[in-house]
């Protein structure tokens, strides 16, 4: 069997949406997002990308693996690898095993001295494998060296079959009355709040508010804001941002000095109210911890789990260590 390893080509994010469909349909993705996540993400370097062409058949796998050396938040010896597979007439012939290898040995010698698969802040599809869709993944991870670090679960709600509670209406009133505010951002409003994303919460989500401001006028009026009662901003939650679908709900958080207070509870909820508003049907988002503390506030919300995946992570080899290239003729 003459299997050609190579580097993305003209056409090939069509082959490649192609190949996940037939061998992970559950989780196609269309060649424009495929563009957008794997060849448009700030860290892209081409050799990351390899593709398993058969010659009859042609594309048969895919593997990218990238290091978060540029960006918000920069963790230069992080690598990851956020898309891999083979089709299922080409497994167990170690062709998954070659890309993995390839992808492995480029983030080395890129100098990240670990690997984790999914979960790359700025550029991912899922956070993780999930175990039951894929437990050859799990498997084929597991014999390549990589061993669970963590878990995430990937939440929806029904908005149709939802509304906001009575509960939710009189702390609103109470945190008011103490002179908590709610409401829309307005754009004067972003600075400030990205500030309060980056500095508080987590270093990205100031960056993903910016660019889908940037992206998207409406993306302004989707962020809800909580003040506290000397003006300062103590929370957020918004939708849409991340260009999907507005449906996908995110990023969300509140002060850590304010948690407890029930202000995450009002913003999730008066989110919500917005969202149904304009016609979304459901809500959903990608990755929390299921016995967290966000992660039994949705539950009580009426978010059910939809899946659940596994963070797999490895250490790498130093660079200096790291096996020479492969020539053509190991090809």
Known sequence: MSIVYRGAGHGDMERISALMARAMPRDVVSAERLGRTLLLEPNHDPRGLVIAEHPEDGVIGVAYGTCAERGVPALPTSGYMTLA??????????????????VRDHL??????????????????????????H????????????????TAAAMSLDLDAWS??????DLERTRRA?????????LEDLPEVIAFASDHLAPDWGEVLREAALR???????????????????????????????????????????????????LLSLTLMQMRAEAAHGAWFLWTGEKSPAGHLYASTGFTVSRRFTVMRTDLYTPQSAKAPRNEDQR
């Open 85 to 102: 597979c083979v089709d299922p007439g080409y497994r167990r012939r170690g062709i998954g095993r070659e890309l993995f290898e390839r």
């Open 135 to 150: 437990p050859e993944g799990i498997a084929f991870l597991e014999a390549c060296g990589l061993t669970p670090s963590g």
């Open 164 to 169: 906001i509670s009575d509960s939710v209406r």
């Open 216 to 266: 998207d006028p409406a993306a302004v009026r989707r962020v809800a804001v909580a003040r506290d009662p000397h003006g300062a901003v103590a929370g957020f939650a918004t939708y849409g941002a991340y260009g999907d679908t507005f449906e996908r709900f995110g990023p969300f958080g509140v002060d850590e000095t304010r948690r407890g207070t029930g202000l995450g509870r009002i």
């Open 178 to 186: 103490e002179g908590f505010r709610f409401g829309p951002a307005a």
């Open 108 to 133: 080395a010698e890129r100098g990240a001295t670990s690997l984790t698969v999914a979960g790359y802040p700025q550029a991912y599809f899922w956070p993780g494998v999930d175990a039951e869709e």
